[in-house]
């Protein structure tokens, strides 16, 4: 693989590209899905092949095949110039890219237990007793139950004209659960996810009371909540929720792609003070074993911790090769790619908000009427708006500072500036577990997001009835 | 490889996995070609292009199933893969409710699926079109700041069954998506559109910068609203996206499996009488036409909803058996189950007289009204949306939700559009829902 990857390298150089690199992946990957009481469905995916790169002139050309045949490579190679030169009389903000300095390394994460080390079998029968054990929690409450399991690795090469070659090899694994639970009248999904850098000893680590009961126990409970009230509130936002706020409302529009095309609220905001002073936020690919963490981005820069708000200031943003050289500004390793067949655009790893001061139940007591949102579930954003929605799947109203009844299914949506303004308290706390795939332009890359319990004044909830 | 290859592909590995112990096997195996040139800053960012090869292999031992997919041609990777779907199936519990396979159900390709002039485009002509909306929406807006991608896919498949189903087939795709993001001062208005087809007859692609850059000016000067019970009318968009969620959840997996709030439905009135969707996978050179689904099952057109009512579920080979009944030919080849071109119903008055019928309301020109798939709760952003008065759209919301539950909301649907925003094969019409709570800033 390596001398594929510097073979084409070399080939790009020598025919005048301003700056190309080669990626070369294999990955191999295998899920098992147990559904009422039977392992469903068992699948395994193996995938290889090359992208190649170049930026000739001014403008990018990319092109993927997947065969790691030396001829089709070099026919990659060919297509990729031709489609950078097809499109040259029509760019009108010319392509750069940041000073390289070639690394040469190997990053080779061995997981406890490989992927391939386990049998299917064994796989299965964890499967098999998280479920069990689910299902006994909730009786006959229970009317479906699926658990999901998956683990893969990935092996990838990078060779770019600077000079670098790394070789990377890793793997993750996944785990779901939904429990679907019935009162005879209504329907209510419990839902429990977990994801680690590593393999299968993520099977080991998982315990059914903290999995798989935990989600009925969730089912269970929405099934005697009451939809959520409608409009305006103070909101306490679980570190689910906290995660969901960093990554969708501010994170996405950090991305220094999304700010340099004009797309992001935050272009021309650095150095103003644009949240809370109380509030700091960070993207940070080095975190041990966290879900979004890699030594290198897929254009070989390091990996490193970034801050983007700074006591309520805008101090910096997410850079690829490409950026970092528009904004002058230093490569953070934020340019990933899915898979060879997709070009590395600027993404976040795990990114979180700071832990502040104050105690929950300081921050409940001070909330006269509001709701609680928990579990979070899903968001996504409009950065050219800075318009955002996050998912809870709990909630509980707060009535005159005490935790009041159980809520359902409740979105908020706010703006992105707003809200990190109203944020008036940030807890003592801190929890980072919403291990997910975050996608961007048809691309996802694991993710991870976290930080503290956090308080918002003035949130849009989208509830059922009126006050 | 050419598309009889792609057969002898598929029939070699089903043999392949018969003799390993397959009990019942299919294969699809095929190519994807794209091109797809993208817009940043009203200008042309970049031009990519890719080709794949895949083959997937579903095997069957007592009804457990085993599904390996693998990317290239490489013939000892295809081998391998055969071996570990059968040794996965082997692995899997035993399923009694897996019946079979479908057997061959010859067809005719439905027309117009593949076009020579798409298959034949060359990257110049891809980035000419991606110049042509960069120029129209210039046009229209000096400062415009217009993003997207033009892009087109030529791909060629084959499926072939232990039962004997031994299919082909080909389709090209093109598709323009712009966004187009309009600045006046510390205000900004932001919308898209986009154009897509099967043959390249049936788009306009060159122009789709213009009613991105027009939705983009409608959106300036957004304001917030109190919260309040009101019309609210789903324009094509929106509408396509509500009514697609309804049909996703007639999934008849779902209702076996009883995690959708349309179980025990089926026969019921779930929405008023201004309601039908037909499913039609035939009509010629629509966006997801097909003569067979991902099973080889023959497809046919399938009403869902008649004037309210739920007559029929979305039905693979694996629902069927388990209900003792046919496949509507909605499965797909990993096991799953899509639906195809959807055709509501029309109604009797225009979507400008449903408007002008609001007293007060909203107008959801496009947003992702997504209900939870088993309680049907529903809290969504009004993503793009627009107050309207006395019939009249007076300006944009931000910071405004709506909430309900669609099993109560459908009731309350009062209106269908009698004409229709028309992509190849899917229709979309507005529809109107009343007295539904919105939540607001004010």
Redo the contacts between chains.
């Keep these: 693989m390596e001398d594929l990857a510097r073979h084409i390298s070399d080939q790009a150089k020598r025919r005048g590209a301003v700056f190309a690199d080669v990626r070369i992946l294999y990955r191999r990957a ?1 899920s098992v899905v147990v ?15 090359i992208g190649v790169r170049v930026l000739v002139g001014r ?9 790691l045949d030396r001829r089709r490579a070099e026919r990659c190679l060919s ?2 110039f ?3 030169e ?2 040259q009389e ?4 010319p ?1 750069m890219i940041a000073a390289v300095a070639p690394v040469q390394a190997e990053d080779r994460r061995q997981p406890e237990i490989p992927p391939a080390a386990m049998p ?2 064994e796989k ?1 029968s964890h499967l098999l007793e998280w479920e069990r054990q689910g299902r006994a929690a909730g009786g006959e409450a229970v ?2 139950s699926i658990v999901n399991y998956s683990d893969g690795q990935r092996e990838e090469v990078l060779a770019n004209t600077a000079g670098t070659l790394i070789r990377t090899v890793g793997s993750r694994a996944v785990a779901t659960c939904l429990m ?1 639970a ?1 009162d005879g009248k ?4 419990g839902m429990e996810h977990r994801g680690i850098v590593g393999g299968a000893e993520l099977l080991r680590q998982i315990t059914p009371e903290e999995f798989s009961v935990r989600a009925t126990a969730k089912a269970l409970g ?1 099934l005697k909540a009451r ?2 009230p ?3 509130f103070t909101v306490l936002f679980h570190p689910s929720i906290t995660g969901l706020l960093v990554h969708e409302a501010l994170g996405h529009n950090a991305e220094a792609d999304a700010v ?4 992001s609220i935050l272009e021309g905001r650095l150095g103003e003070t644009l949240a809370a002073p109380t509030v700091s936020i960070y993207d940070d690919s080095t975190l041990p074993g966290a879900f979004g963490s890699y030594a290198y981005d897929s254009e070989g820069t390091p990996s490193r911790r970034r801050m983007i708000i700074e006591n309520g200031r805008l101090v910096g943003f997410l850079h690829s090769l490409e950026t970092a050289a528009k904004f002058k500004a230093e490569p953070t390793g934020s340019g990933r790619a899915e898979g060879y ?1 997709c ?1 590395p655009i600027v993404r976040m790893s795990n990114t979180f908000m700071a832990r502040g001061t104050v105690p929950l139940a300081q921050m409940i007591r001070g909330i006269d009427r509001g709701i609680y949102l928990m579990d979070g579930h899903w968001g ?1 954003v ?1 950065v ?2 800075g ?1 955002f ?1 996050c ?1 809870a799947g709990q909630a509980r109203m707060i009535e005159r500072g005490e935790p009041g009844e159980a809520l ?8 992105t500036l ?1 809200t990190l303004k109203n944020i008036d308290a940030i807890g003592d706390d801190f929890e980072m577990k919403m291990p997910g795939m975050c996608g961007k332009e048809g691309q996802s890359a694991p993710t991870d997001c976290g930080g503290p319990h956090v308080r918002v004044r ?1 949130v ?8 | 490889m050419s598309k009889t290859a792609y057969l002898d592909v598929c029939q070699r590995c089903v043999q392949k996995a018969v003799a390993l112990g397959a009990e019942w096997c299919d294969v699809s195996a095929g190519a994807v070609r794209d091109i797809s040139v993208t817009i940043e800053k009203s200008g042309i960012k970049t031009a990519d292009a890719g080709q794949g090869e895949e083959v997937a292999i579903r095997a069957f031992v007592r009804g457990g199933m085993g599904y390996a997919v693998v990317s290239g041609r490489s013939r000892r990777d295809i081998e391998a893969s055969v071996e570990r779907a059968v040794a996965l199936a082997k692995e899997a519990t035993a399923d009694p409710d897996f019946k079979r396979l479908p057997a061959p159900q010859p067809a005719p390709e439905v027309e117009g699926l593949f076009d020579d002039r798409i298959a034949g485009m060359s990257v110049g002509e891809v980035v000419r079109i991606a110049v042509a909306n960069i120029e129209t929406g210039r046009a229209m807006e000096a400062d415009a700041n217009l993003s997207g991608h033009v892009s087109l896919a030529v791909g060629e498949a084959a499926l072939a069954s232990s039962t004997g189903v031994a299919i082909e087939s080909r389709g090209t795709e093109i598709d323009a998506d712009i966004e187009a993001l309009v600045k006046r001062g510390s205000d900004s208005g932001y919308f898209y559109d986009f154009d897509f087809g099967r043959n390249l007859a049936d788009c306009c692609l060159q122009t789709v910068a213009a009613s991105a850059v027009a939705g983009a000016r409608r959106f300036l000067g957004a304001k917030r609203i109190k919260s309040g019970r009101m019309s609210l009318v789903l324009g094509p968009l929106a509408a396509y996206g509500f009514l697609g969620g309804i049909v996703s959840a007639a999934n008849a997996e779902s209702i076996q499996r009883g995690r959708s709030y349309l179980c025990g439905k089926v026969g019921e009135a779930i929405a008023s009488e201004h309601l039908t969707i037909v499913d039609d996978p035939l009509i010629p050179r629509g966006l997801r036409s097909g003569a067979h689904d991902g099973e080889g099952t023959r497809r046919r057109p399938l009403t869902i909803l008649d004037r309210g009512r739920l007559v029929s579920l979305l039905h693979n080979s694996y629902t069927a058996g388990k209900a003792c009944t046919e496949s509507t030919g909605h499965g797909t080849h990993s096991g799953g189950i899509g639906a195809s071109n959807l055709r509501p119903a029309l109604g009797a008055k225009t979507a400008a007289e449903i408007l002008c019928e609001v007293q007060e309301g909203i107008y959801l020109e496009s947003g992702e009204l997504r209900a939870d798939p088993a309680s049907g709760d529903l809290s969504a952003s009004i993503d793009f949306g627009f107050y309207v008065k006395d019939g009249q759209v007076r300006f944009p919301v931000e910071s405004a939700m709506i909430g309900g539950n669609i099993l109560d909301l459908l009731p309350r649907l009062d209106a269908v559009s009698s004409d229709a925003r028309e992509e190849p094969g899917i229709l979309m019409p507005t529809v109107r829902l009343q007295d539904v709570q919105i939540a607001g800033a004010e």
């Design positions: 295998e559904q009422d009481g039977r392992a469903d469905k068992l699948s395994a995916f193996t995938d290889r092949g403008c990018w050309g990319f092109a993927s095949a997947d065969s297509d990729a031709a489609l950078a097809a499109s029509f760019v009108s903000d392509a299917v079998k299965i009317v479906n679907v019935s209504m329907l209510q999904r929405l939809p959520a409608a409009g305006r340099w095309a004009g797309q067949d070009r996504y409009f050219q708006k318009q929605i998912h359902r299914d409740v979105s908020i949506s706010s703006m707003d003035e849009v909830v989208g509830g059922q009835h009126g006050e």
